[in-house]
């Protein structure tokens, strides 16, 4: 059985690299008018990790700034090459920065852009709010007039018809009176006749059993109704 390599030891482990090799290698790459980068000092020197070449290279960026910053006669010291590539990656830089700023720049253009049509569309969605609110205010006022008008109407045709159904029970207790006068005079009318119909039927009985007429002996073969009395007896009743 073979021996398994114990983990981690097939690794490809790059040997450490210090700053000052980092800062050499940098100067060299600058000295042939390019930019030192990870890989491009990685690649001078031939080893080293990225993140510890990435550490010194952020150093070495600093330092160059403060000594662009300091003594200007410290550039003096260096050479031409080296000053030049330091100024062509100041001025790229400063042109980068100025790119940047005016990116930003039209970044904030744009966005104040789309804030001013937002507070326009916001401004024009308040007033057509406003507008749907007072439209449904004066509609709600006119619906409200229309109903405390028509309110008025039935009130008044209510009163109306209460003074008409007064008149109409005023009128039919005074017909009801009348009815009840005209019964006591019908019924008046119908005693004076009763007791006048009753004194005549009196009178005619009274003038019936004083008189008798006489029994005629030619009569009718079944006639029972006996001969009217002479007109002169007649009168003479009377």
Request: with cysteine.
């Amino acid at each position: 059985m073979e021996d398994i390599p114990a983990y981690g030891s097939m690794r490809d482990r790059s040997a450490n690299v210090s700053y000052a090799d980092v800062e050499r290698a940098a100067l060299d790459i600058l000295a042939t008018e390019r930019r030192p980068s990870v890989e491009t000092v990685r690649e001078a020197l031939g080893r080293g990790s990225p993140a510890t070449i990435a550490t010194c290279l952020k150093r070495f960026w600093r330092d160059l700034g403060i000594r662009a910053q300091g003594d200007p006669a410290a550039l003096t010291r260096l050479p031409s090459e080296i000053v030049e590539a330091v100024e062509a990656i100041w001025q790229r830089s400063l042109a980068l920065a100025a790119q940047t700023a005016k990116n930003d720049q039209n970044a904030a253009r744009e966005r104040l852009e789309q804030i001013r049509i937002e507070n326009d569309v916001r401004a024009q969605s308040f007033e057509m709010r406003e507008r749907a609110y007072e439209t449904a205010t004066r509609e709600r006022a006119r619906a409200l007039a229309d109903s405390r008008d028509h309110l008025l109407s039935t009130l008044r045709m209510l009163e109306s018809d209460r003074a008409t159904l007064k008149a109409r029970e005023t009128r039919i207790t005074e017909l009801e009176a009348q009815v009840e006068d005209y019964r006591g005079q019908l019924a008046q009318v119908i005693t004076r006749a009763v007791a006048k119909n009753r004194s005549l039927v009196e009178r005619k009985a009274r003038a019936g059993t004083k008189w008798k007429p006489k029994q005629s002996a030619k009569r009718r073969p079944g006639s029972t109704k006996p001969r009217r009395p002479p007109k002169s007896k007649r009168r003479s009743k009377r």
